[in-house]
């Protein structure tokens, strides 16, 4: 969800997964979630953010949360 005003947060699991080469089936297996939740998570369709999931993705891509998440401030257009 965009909130305009205030900016909102990116979601780059996608890009993480082919910058790693790995499928979203074994993401899903090593990270012990369901299939459609990490595709909601590259569709950028999540809302909440739970941060177990997320340390469970930075884990097991051996990444940091900031190469996983981005905030995009509000355009100044807007303002």
């Known amino acids: ?44 369709e999540i809302t909440r953010l739970d941060t177990a999931v997320l340390a469970r993705i930075c884990a097991t891509l051996n990444c940091r949360i900031e190469d996983l998440l981005e905030f995009v401030p509000p355009s100044e257009d807007n303002e």
């Not at 979601?11 to 090593?30: E, F, M, V, Y």
């Open 1 to 44: 969800m965009k909130e305009e005003n205030y900016g909102y947060i990116k979601i780059k699991l996608d890009a993480l997964i082919k910058d790693r080469g790995i499928s979203k089936n074994k993401l899903s297996h090593k990270a012990e979630m369901q299939r459609s939740q990490i595709n909601q998570y590259c569709n950028g």
